[in-house]
Every structure is written in structure tokens, then in C-alpha cells.
């Protein structure tokens, strides 16, 4: 079994409230959850092929070349391995909020502090699994898919993934959401 890295969601600090918030303050947010829900649908169209090829319906071979026709960013490495695909769209976006988003937040709210931390914890653990995730997809490449049991982890791992990011997305949306409207900070 596969001791992956994980989270504890009741651990997660409360964000400040807003409550003169106007409707305006809300866009930022509602930009953020935009820009989650492409990954929300790239990552759905990754596990419906993840689970054709647990059921021997399709082989890796098929399953990279799904994550690369989703078309979320150019090519990483020359070889085109899963996470030069994916997880450096993700990896791209979450540099992004931790250069330039989480720094002015944290100046211009001391009440996120406690939040952003643990988004940014939560940034690394995701990386550390997306890493495990294209080193399964790449030995199996490599090896070829008929070792069931190496498939059965790359199922466990991208499953693990998956639910990890789809919390971290909601955690995020909600925590900082109106936080980034009210301090004007993004698009």
C-alpha cells in the first residue's frame, strides 16, 4: 500500500470574515473558482481514463495521451510525461498564488496568515503526490501495463490526488475567496 501524503481537514484555520463585503468583493472569488473548475473537469476527464485502464478497457499508453489532450499547458518535459501535463498546469497555478497572490494577502490581512500557511503546506503536499503519480504512470510506460498491481497503485494514487485537490480547491475558494476582492488583489 502506497503511504501517500495527506491532510487532515479539520486542522484547516478559519478565515477573517467579510461582512461589508459588496457583491463586487465576491468576483475575485468567483474568478478563483473559474479558474479550479478547469481543473475540476481535466481532472474528471483524467479518472474516467484512469479507471479504463484499471478495468483493462485502455493502457497507459491511451491514458497519457488523454492528460495531453486535455491541452492545459505546452509540454514540460520532451518525453511528455503525465506530469508535463498536469501537474505543471497545477504546479504553474500554484506558483502563481504563492508568488503573487498569498504575498500581498498576507500584507494586507494579518487574519490570513494562519491560512495562507496552510495553503501553502497544502501546495506541497499535492506536489509531493503528483510526483508519485507520473512516477507510477512512467514505470508502468516504461514496464508496460500488465502488472495489475502497479496499475491498482496508480489508481490509488490518482484517486488520493483527486480527492486532495478537490479539497484543497474548495478549502481555497472559500478561505480566500472574498478575502481577495476585499483587498482588490487579483484580475
Known amino acids: 500500500m502506497d503511504d501517500l501524503p495527506g491532510w487532515d481537514e479539520s486542522e484547516r484555520p478559519a478565515p477573517p470574515s467579510y461582512p461589508t463585503a459588496t ?3 465576491l468576483q475575485a472569488g468567483q474568478h478563483l473558482a473559474a479558474v479550479h473548475d478547469m481543473f475540476r473537469q481535466g481532472l474528471a476527464t483524467v479518472a474516467e481514463v484512469v479507471a479504463r485502464v484499471v478495468q483493462g478497457d ?3 499508453g491511451e491514458a497519457r495521451a488523454a492528460v495531453h489532450a486535455l491541452g492545459l499547458t505546452e509540454t514540460y ?5 503525465w506530469c508535463g501535463q498536469v501537474c505543471r498546469a ?3 497555478h500554484h506558483q502563481i498564488e504563492d508568488a503573487w ?3 500581498p494577502l498576507r500584507s494586507a490581512d ?3 496568515r494562519d491560512v495562507l500557511d496552510r495553503l501553502t503546506l497544502e501546495h506541497e503536499v499535492v506536489h509531493a503526490v503528483l510526483e508519485r503519480v507520473d512516477e507510477t504512470l512512467v514505470a508502468l510506460a516504461r514496464d508496460g501495463d500488465d502488472d495489475r498491481s502497479a496499475v491498482e497503485r496508480l489508481s490509488r494514487q490518482f484517486t488520493h490526488l483527486h480527492a486532495l485537490l478537490l ?3 474548495r478549502y481555497e475558494e472559500d478561505a480566500i475567496g472574498t478575502a481577495l476582492g476585499v483587498h482588490r ?3
Open 101 to 103: 497572490v498569498y504575498p
Open 110 to 112: 494579518g487574519g490570513l
Open 77 to 81: 518535459q520532451q518525453l511528455g510525461s
Open 90 to 92: 497545477i504546479t504553474h
Open 23 to 25: 457583491a463586487g468583493d
Open 167 to 169: 479539497s484543497h480547491f
Open 185 to 187: 488583489i487579483g484580475p
Open 58 to 60: 485502455a493502457d497507459v
